[in-house]
């Protein structure tokens, strides 16, 4: 079975600065990775996903995989009041399944 | 934006009574899955369906069954509600079930089992 850790468990910002969300994962063959953002209250929402190793940017987000150290990050560049959320990653082994690590919360203060 | 949809949105349960929770998407996706999110753990697969009148057993099935009557309707059901099936409860679904397809979620079921 994939396990999921990530850290820190928590982050305190100010508004503006960059975040590095941390995940590793024990599956060097998993498929896909991705990055859920969940806001107190309401279901987890996909943010961006990653299947290759190397990186992807979408917008203020990047996220980068290194498969042979079994580790994802996401920054969030910019960081924002909204931005406020626990971090989720998912790792899809290949087969109907995601794994979710325990999340991080993050806190941005205006 | 794809839409699924919880009933009801929390719920109060007896031990060892029936809890039917019920979650309608209208992405007309073929998949639909069940989750239970609990502090401490990550969200953990119950189970989830491909098709319509078909379900299959994710990580944690023992305790609950599942209904999918069809496409757009796939229920979570407790026979025996426990103590230990207190959490919220996640519907989602997806196009398809390989990791490349986004899974879209609910907005959950609070269920307190006393």
């Known amino acids: 079975q994939e396990k999921v850790q990530q850290s820190p468990e928590s982050l305190i910002v100010p508004e503006g600065a960059m975040v590095s969300l941390n995940c590793s994962f024990s599956?060097?063959?998993?498929?896909s990775i991705w990055w859920y953002q969940q806001h107190p209250g309401k279901g987890p929402k996909a943010l961006i996903?990653?299947?290759?190793?190397g990186n992807k940017k979408e917008g203020r987000l990047t996220v980068y995989l290194n498969r042979a150290s079994l580790h994802v990050s996401l920054h969030i560049k910019d960081s924002q009041p909204s931005d406020s959320a626990v971090y989720l990653c998912?790792?899809?082994?290949?087969?109907?399944?995601?794994?979710f690590g325990k999340g991080t919360s993050l806190t941005v203060i205006p | 934006e794809a839409a699924v949809t919880q009933s009801p949105r929390s719920k109060v349960a007896v031990t060892g009574g029936k809890v039917t929770l019920s979650c309608h998407q209208t992405?007309?996706?073929?998949?639909m899955y069940w989750y239970r999110q609990d502090t401490g753990h990550g969200l953990r697969l119950i189970h989830y369906?491909?098709?319509?009148?078909?379900?299959e057993k994710g990580d944690i099935p023992d305790g609950y069954k599942a209904s999918r009557p069809s496409q757009e309707n796939f229920s979570l059901i407790l026979e025996l509600a426990s103590l230990s099936q207190t959490a919220v409860y996640f519907c989602?679904?997806?196009?398809?079930?390989?990791?490349?397809?986004?899974?879209?979620f609910g907005p959950g079921t609070r269920l307190l089992v006393l």
């Open positions: 992405n007309n996706h073929d998949y």
């Open positions: 989602a679904s997806s196009d398809e079930g390989q990791g490349e397809n986004t899974q879209y």
């Open positions: 599956d060097s063959a998993s498929q």
């Open positions: 996903s990653i299947f290759s190793n």
């Open positions: 369906s491909y098709v319509a009148d078909s379900t």
């Open positions: 998912a790792v899809n082994p290949g087969y109907q399944n995601f794994y």
